[in-house]
């Protein structure tokens, strides 16, 4: 079984997994959490035909596992397919620099790389399409007279990424003129071993670019941004001295997964003309949400009768936290990476089927979705059918961009992983063409994010019936109140968003316990507000404020290479420490909440209530006798006359 070589080395990557660049980077082991400046780095290459190297069946995932140091196994193994003589060159292009600020109210710190205003300094980033606007608004300054601008790393790659995508051979011309004339260094041309290296380098963020190759290399490797020093890939320590291993560029598929909230009113999605809009491979959801999931792919490049594809098979898996919504997957084919150009739509109604869809149990409770193309879906992605567009002749989806979407549902119950956890869902694509005893593999997923609350209710005496307290939350962010389902006495999961208070639930505490669970809120701000209490006790004079926020961690997904999420919170404005639910930490907002006492009146038996009967028979009897006077009065006056 042959292994695509971007799933082979997606592990490995901290920063620049670009394109058809797969590099694999390791690093001499430091102590230090920060960055030491007073140290310089250093960036060894080895240059293999990885692509050969897989298609012999002596590379695979399953052989090799990353250890973030240099391996001689790796070296030794690839060392036949070692290519010599290719020149790299490497250009400094920005600082690293760490951004803390208040930004609308929220302590932001992130590191960001800085780069100078001037044409030249700004030249790669004219290459990339990117200008000042695209950089991170909060961070700048002025160094004599010359503004800065600071950009996030997503944004350089997402940059470059995208050119590839659009017009590989024209970014890779551009960059290579960039690196020449403003100043790159040539590394020494890789030695009989593919090895070249460059030390004593300043830190910072730098462009590497391939220049030179000799005869046997078809394509260069795609331009790649790495950062000296690097984080380590389990996010502990700071690698000075990388070890890069990137490959050539092969005309291979490309793979993404992404999702996003599918309600304009809770999600992220703006609802702009912009198909794609508000997907990333992370995001957070509530429990019963409905969930768009996006699959993006690139095809490889269909040239021939003997290139025809005769499998393109995506196995998509959600975990057992999310639900299928079932009949409602849809293929779309555009000429651009934005999808923005379209040359048809494929849907599961359709009278010509071009693919089919099954469903399947999975390991751990999962779903699992297979997509496969039919002959007929097949025919028309290899050319067979007749032509599109006004002038020219149809050869197949070459290179064109197939989107998948479909829909599922968070659960609400206990399957949903609440918490840093997350709920992983993958999707590999399985392709083979007219040998179909060989085939590649590529993988990558997206991850979904929920949240709890834990209310404990106390009262001041320890006297009071939890069974009478009642609550009610509501989304601030979003604008709704939560509805829930009571799974037990004190727990409940959220299943809808109500537009009026009427219409929320009303949560009450377990009522031996007093605690509240609340399972399954996204990221966003809350107002909780008790709206009845025991008897004899006060009500809370205000609601209770708890902002739930997610924001990139330092660990890297293996498959996708995106920057997880870990969550914080605070309650009433304060940092609260949330604790983990089932292994899965920074899941739960803890708060507690305590009744007192109102004023009493006095008490029966005591000098008080007591009297007030008293009084009240006295007044009575008293009111009788005057009656009685009186009637006799009258009686007499009468017999008088």
């Known amino acids: 079984m042959k292994t695509n070589i ?20 390791f690093a001499a082991s430091t102590p230090e959490a920060t960055i030491d400046y007073t140290r310089t780095g250093s960036l060894s290459i080895y240059k293999y035909d990885m692509t050969s190297a897989a298609e012999d069946g002596v590379w695979s995932t399953e052989s090799y596992v990353s250890t973030g ?177 990137p490959k050539n560029a092969t005309g291979g598929p ?13 999600g992220k999605n703006n609802g702009s003309d912009d198909i794609t809009d508000g997907y990333a491979h992370t995001g957070t959801a509530s429990d ?6 996006q699959v993006i792919s690139r095809l490889p490049v269909i040239t021939s009768r003997a290139s ?23 293929l779309e084919w555009f000429t651009d990476a934005d999808c923005t150009e379209k ?67 968070v659960n609400s ?29 590529l993988q990558d997923c997206c991850h979904l994010y929920v949240y709890g609350i834990e209310v404990s209710k106390r009262f001041s005496d320890n006297a009071g019936n939890y069974g009478e307290v009642t609550f009610t939350v509501y989304n601030e962010t979003d604008g709704y109140w939560l509805k829930a389902e009571q799974a037990e006495d004190g727990l409940y999961y959220v299943t809808d968003h109500m537009a009026t208070e009427d219409e929320a639930t009303s949560f009450i505490p377990n009522t031996e316990t007093g605690v509240l669970k609340i399972w399954g809120l996204e990221d966003d701000a809350y107002t909780v507000t008790e709206t009845h209490t025991a008897k004899g006790y006060t009500l809370l004079k205000d609601s209770i404020s708890i902002v739930i926020t997610a924001t990139e961690s330092d660990t890297f997904c293996e ?26 930490v920074n899941a739960v907002v803890p708060l507690t909440v305590v009744n007192t006492k109102g004023p009493d009146l006095p008490v029966t038996g005591d000098n008080g209530v007591w009297m007030y009967g008293v009084f009240g028979t006295l007044l009575m009897t008293a009111a009788a006798a005057a009656i009685i006077l009186a009637m006799k009065s009258k009686k007499a006056s009468k017999h008088k006359q």
């Open 308 to 330: 025809y594809l005769t499998t393109y098979t995506f196995v998509d898996t959600l975990c057992k936290g999310v639900t299928y919504n079932k009949n409602d997957v849809k």
């Open 69 to 245: 140091l240099a391996d001689s196994d790796v070296e030794q193994t690839l060392n036949p397919y070692a290519i010599q003589g290719v020149e790299f060159t490497y250009l400094r292009v920005a600082d690293i620099e760490t951004f803390s600020d208040i930004v609308d109210g929220e302590s932001i710190t992130k590191v960001l790389y800085g780069v100078p205003g001037t044409e030249n300094d700004m030249a790669f980033l004219t290459a990339l399409g990117l200008t000042a606007a695209d950089a991170y608004a909060p961070a700048t300054k002025t160094v004599d007279g010359t503004i800065w601008y600071y950009y996030e790393s997503d944004t350089l790659i997402n940059a470059l990424r995208n050119k590839l995508d659009a017009n590989a051979t024209e970014i890779k011309n551009a960059l290579e003129n960039v690196v020449k004339t403003q100043g790159g260094t040539a590394m020494p041309e890789t030695d009989a071993y593919g090895h070249s290296e460059a030390q004593g380098l300043e830190l910072g963020l730098y462009l590497v670019v391939e220049t030179r190759v000799p005869e046997d290399v078809v394509n260069t490797t795609a331009p790649f941004f790495t950062s000296l020093p690097m984080t380590t890939i389990d996010g502990a320590e700071w690698n000075y001295d990388l070890v890069l291993y």
């Open 254 to 266: 490309t793979l993404e997964k992404t999702l996003r909230e599918a309600n304009a009113d809770t």
């Open 413 to 441: 119950d206990a399957t949903v992983i609440y918490g840093d956890s997350g709920n992983p869902n993958e999707v590999v694509l399985e392709w083979r063409r007219t040998n179909t005893a060989y085939y590649d593999t």
């Open 343 to 409: 040359i048809t739509e494929w849907t599961e109604t359709d009278e010509d089927l071009k693919f089919s869809v099954s469903y399947a149990d999975g390991a751990d409770d999962a779903e699992v979705m297979t997509i496969s193309m039919t002959a007929a879906g097949l025919a028309e992605i290899n050319g067979s059918a007749a032509v599109y567009g006004s002038d020219s002749i149809y050869s197949g989806y070459s290179e064109c961009y197939i989107r998948i979407t479909y829909a599922g549902t």
């Open 288 to 293: 019963g949400d409905v969930i768009d999931y």
């Open 6 to 25: 971007k799933r082979i080395l997606a592990a490995m990557m901290v920063i620049a997994i670009l394109f058809t660049l797969s590099v694999s980077a």
């Open 559 to 584: 498959i996708c290479g995106a920057a997880l999420l870990t969550a914080s919170a605070a309650v009433n404005g304060k940092p609260v420490t949330m604790l983990e639910n089932n292994g899965s």
